[in-house]
């Protein structure tokens, strides 16, 4: 105890090097007080070092108390305090899922819910999946589209993000949204055909061109050459001719 009290007696140094040292020797000890103290290092002292020694000392510390104690960072704007904090939550995997729940999904903060889900979207479990689907009803706009499209990380997991995209594409009526769905689709590589059906549905309740026209993409994607007839002469509405055979002939779709 004596040697571990003397090092965290060193964090508190204005020598950046003997800080250091300490946070390499320190982290041995891998308890609630000493994550504390590495956190609050890293906060106190800028430099990019001992930025580097804590992180790597918190990577490997294991003491589930590292869940709320790593929370303090999100309360700094410094993007790379955000970063280590991200980087330190997407190694514990679901060790800290709760936490991820309690402190950045719940908050009032959109800016906080969008950090949640972009651990969510690296930890890429089952369960963070759940979490994440739990936020494609999201009050904001940008926190909605964010989860959506998060979606496309988690191919392991392809029928679980089918069943949340069906029950997103009935929601959805905004062009944002709907430009998410297509490009999550296709960008992610969400070839099943259960899509079909209620893409269709939802091309049935659209009356804006644009927003038919992203609809019409994710068909294409999807395989249905039935409908490249009113997909063309929608973009003809818009414009969008030509992205349309281009979409034909990425997705093998031209007639003989």
Known sequence: MAERDRLLSLLES???????????????????????????????????AVLEAVRNALLEMKNKSICNEIMRLFEFPEPKLRQLAIDVLVSKGNLCLETIKRNLLLSDDPNMRKFGLDVLS????????????SMTSDENPNVKNSSIESLRNFSTFKDQVVEILINVIDDVRDL??????????????????????????????????????????????????????????????????????KDIKIFNLEVE
């Open 122 to 133: 690296w930890i890429r479990t089952k369960e963070s999946l759940e979490l994440i689907g």
């Open 176 to 245: 944002y949204s709907i430009t998410t769905i297509a490009s999550t689709i296709i960008y992610g590589n969400v070839n099943d055909k259960r899509l079909i059906r209620p893409l269709k549905s939802l091309l049935g309740k659209l009356s804006d061109p644009m927003k038919r026209h992203w609809i019409y993409k994710s068909l294409l994607f999807l395989g249905e050459k039935e409908i490249i007839k009113d997909a063309m002469e929608n973009a003809k509405k818009i414009e969008m001719e030509t992205d349309i055979k």
């Open 14 to 48: 204005e020598d950046k090097m003997e800080i250091r040292n300490a946070v390499e020797k320190v982290a041995e000890y891998d308890d609630q007080e000493v994550i504390r103290a590495l956190v609050s290092t890293v906060i106190r002292v800028k430099s990019k």
